[in-house]
């Protein structure tokens, strides 16, 4: 067994070794103040540290760049977030996905700014203690905001940790084993940046296939590079298959070109978002169209959710400049824009929109 002072000396320079390289190979991200610049005196915001964080879950650093651009300048500080309208940010966030953390984001704004005068707790138990904010963003909030030496834990980490050391063990079971070991490489001096390293050493060098061990910092006491299993670590159990559901959803247009939509219920997938009024998602929903029309079915649209693959059948119709749908609301054609829609409900619209008149509409807009 390796002394403890040989161990704890070992990875204090793992550390060191880490944090070279971060410093001259770190990602410039939007959100992230550099150590070059941070060495000179500048910290992190912690808004914008939450925020993209939030933003990153599940989530990749292309897909959020725009996203973070358009929040920052639109709401720059977690005051104008609380005060802002809900359907506001929904839209704002439609596309991006995983739709409650855009309601966990709202309930975090107003907590922020009702509870704590505008200012995040800068501990990582009492972050966690916000709506929205699980164990690894609070983490990554008090390391990178506040420099408290809290272990981060995302997929990147684990992946590095279970390769470094040779963790064998399948994923989940082996994530008490991979927090150990980060939590005795996380020091007390620049935990923020030091986290930020680990991330950005998974998603840039030690990543899923093909890592490049040749340029890795770590290549040196990295058990699994000496064994051959690189390529194989970290092993996760095998997941059952995801079920299949089916729906409908109705797109229908007016006279005028108003088109009709709904906002779903706040709880549950998509909560809160504006969609196609719809059936609900099973075996075997019930076609209950939401206003008498002519309606055509078209085909349908796939969207893969975390837990299941869903079948969307699309229905479309033309509706009379009177019509009473039994449920929705009309969106008038000036005032809609598609891009408020989230991904699976704009699915539907593509698939639709071609087989509607373009030149029907208010007569301002021919």
Partial sequence: MMDAAVSQGRDGEIAADLMRWYEAEGRALPWRVGPAVRAAGLRPDPYTVWLSEVMLQQTTVAAVRGYFARFTARWPDVGAVAAAEDGEVMAEWAGLGYYARARNLLKCARVVAGEHGGHFPRSAAA???????????????AAIAFDEPATVMDG???????????????????????RAHAARL?????PGDHAQAVMDLGATVCTPRNPACGICPLRGPCAARAAGLQGALPRKTAKAA?????????IARRGDGAWLLERRPPRGLLGGMLGWPGSDWGDDPAHDPPAAADWRSLGEVRHTF???HLRLAVHIAELAPDAAPARGFFVPRHAFRPSDLPTLMRKAFDLACPEFDPTRGDPDDR
Avoid: C, D, S, W
Wanted: glycine share 6%.
């Fill in 127 to 141: 972050l966690q203690k916000l709506p929205g904010i699980g164990p690894y963003t609070a983490a990554a909030i």
């Fill in 156 to 178: 990147n980490v684990e992946r590095v940790m279970a390769r470094l050391f040779a963790v064998a063990t399948p994923l989940p079971a082996a994530k008490p084993e991979l």
């Fill in 186 to 190: 996380t020091p007390q001096a620049r």
């Fill in 242 to 250: 995801k079920p299949v559901r089916l729906g409908h959803a109705y």
């Fill in 306 to 308: 975390t837990h299941f």
